[in-house]
């Protein structure tokens, strides 16, 4: 156990090491962010900031040395540099290899009993065409590593659109579309004692490729298959010996969940649990990373929905706030761009 005063080390400056750390602060414990862009917004509200490259190894054994544990807010730190690090990492940096390559992480989730769309891996404009052939079209190609927020991802009606693409010279997957009657996320925390809390399911909405909308309670159809998909991510957590907050999206249809992919660490769905649940979820990865008791995840209030606030949309705080019932998030980006996220707002239901 990691007793409060202690320095937690956070991989990565965007707003989830942000949020991160403003919980760790609640519980007592002093942050040192690692980031290799120095415009940190993690950093604003941490103790200590170091900006290094992710390579650069002299700088992550400083860092380490900081450190009573280490965690990392986004999957696509790269997983070989940390090999040498002192401090503890967590979670395991096998969710960070599994989860990094679209193709191990479906792999993965099959040999647990997960059901993903039919998928393909693609090297070439021909095995794009014979992916096509196999498992048919619309679909979607990806890229197996480092995409997120639809970066990365060509959607593809016809072989018409497939012939007419020039291929990235990386790793590529290409998947069937799914028919889906909602999207839905499972959120857990794993405690170090193996103990396991759920938060209530949101639903989410994408537009673009980036979550728009996260509701709780969700709907009928997601609702009858919780208890499926929450069995299934409990697998996933145990099977790589998790320790913090892991967030699990799923399509939900007619013939029950398919599984979409999986994130290793605290989820934009669940920002919602910051004033929507008794503990959020950035409170209990803290928690759980320090050793310390789980808190409760129980929903508090009747009803809760999350917005993300995208782009320009940010300068209309002031109508955000005009409405008591809104919890107003905003990051601290300077520069607001399409499809950037600059924050969130919740909103409760309380009867």
């Keep these: 156990m990691i ?3 202690e320095t937690i080390g956070i991989l990565g400056g965007g ?17 040192h962010i690692y980031a290799p862009e120095p415009d940190s917004i ?19 054994a400083r860092f380490a040395a900081d450190c009573a544990v280490v965690t990392y807010e986004f999957e696509n730190v790269p997983v070989a540099p940390l090999a040498d690090l002192d401090a503890a990492l ?11 390559d679209r193709l191990s992480e479906k792999r ?10 039919g998928y393909a891996t693609v090297d070439s404009a021909e095995d794009l065409a014979a992916a096509i052939e196999a ?23 016809s072989p018409a659109d497939a012939a007419a693409l020039t291929l990235p010279d990386r790793p590529l997957i290409y998947e069937t579309m799914v028919g889906f009657d909602a999207e839905f996320s499972v959120l857990l925390c794993r405690g170090a004692d193996g103990d396991i809390r759920f938060w209530d399911t949101p639903q989410n909405v994408h537009k673009g490729g980036i979550l728009a909308l996260s509701s709780v309670p969700a709907g009928a159809r997601v609702a009858e298959q919780v208890e499926e998909t929450h069995a299934l991510a409990r697998r996933i957590a145990e099977g790589l010996g998790y320790v913090g907050v892991l967030a699990v999206e799923f399509f939900a249809t007619e013939n029950g969940p398919v599984f979409n992919e999986m994130a290793p660490r605290v989820h934009n769905s669940g920002h919602w649990t910051i004033e929507g649940a008794v503990t959020s979820q950035f409170e209990n990865h803290i928690r759980a990373i320090c050793g310390l008791p789980l808190g409760d995840t129980s929903l508090a209030a009747k009803r809760v929905e999350m917005r993300n606030i995208i782009g320009d949309a940010a300068e209309n705080w ?5 409405d008591p019932a809104n919890h107003l998030h905003l990051y601290g980006k300077h520069a607001a761009r399409p499809g950037r996220k600059m924050g969130h707002v919740t909103r409760l239901t309380l009867v």
């Design 108 to 117: 993965f989730c099959e040999a647990l009993g997960g059901r993903p769309a």
């Design 3 to 5: 007793p409060p005063g």
């Design 135 to 157: 498992i048919g079209a619309p679909g979607i190609l990806k890229t197996r590593r480092d995409g997120y927020d639809g970066k990365g991802q060509w959607r593809i009606a």
């Design 42 to 60: 993690a950093a604003e509200v941490a103790a200590e900031f170091t900006c290094a490259a992710w390579d650069d190894a002299a700088a992550l």
């Design 318 to 322: 002031p109508q955000i706030l005009s």
């Design 15 to 31: 707003q989830l090491g942000r949020m991160l750390a403003m919980a760790a602060a609640q519980l007592g414990y002093r942050c």
């Design 90 to 100: 967590l979670p395991h940096p096998r969710a960070l290899e599994t989860a990094q």
